[in-house]
């Protein structure tokens, strides 16, 4: 089980991400099309931003207990999550492989 802070500290920076989302959406168009002014300017804006409103700072985490590690994002569980799940029948159409 993660600390509960870093969950809510997770949480926060999705919150951040999804208010920036447009801004840093509009600033990277900028970068990538304008003249080379504009592209500085845009630069300098993308640079003024929360470090946190960019989405590479969130971290994937267990939906259930937090883990940071071993996160398998089709599920949205860590490696040790899924494979209790999986082992009590409770993810439909996972089985176990036997050869």
């Known amino acids: 089980m993660a600390k509960k802070s870093k969950i809510?500290?997770?949480e926060r920076r999705k919150a951040v991400v999804q208010r920036y989302a447009a801004r840093r959406a509009e600033l990277?168009?900028?970068?990538?099309?304008?003249?080379p002014q504009e592209q500085a300017e845009g630069v300098r804006a993308l640079a003024r931003q929360?470090?946190?409103?960019?989405?590479?700072?969130v971290r994937n985490?267990?939906?259930?207990?937090?883990?940071?590690?071993?996160?398998?994002?089709?599920?949205?569980?860590?490696?040790v999550r899924?494979?209790?799940?999986?082992h009590r029948g409770e993810l439909p159409g996972v089985t176990k492989a036997s050869w």
């Open 82 to 86: 899924f494979r209790e799940m999986a």
């Open 61 to 79: 985490r267990d939906s259930v207990d937090g883990r940071p590690r071993g996160h398998l994002t089709k599920f949205g569980l860590s490696r």
């Open 8 to 10: 809510a500290a997770n």
């Open 50 to 57: 929360p470090r946190d409103a960019s989405a590479t700072r």
């Open 28 to 35: 990277k168009e900028i970068i990538r099309t304008g003249t």
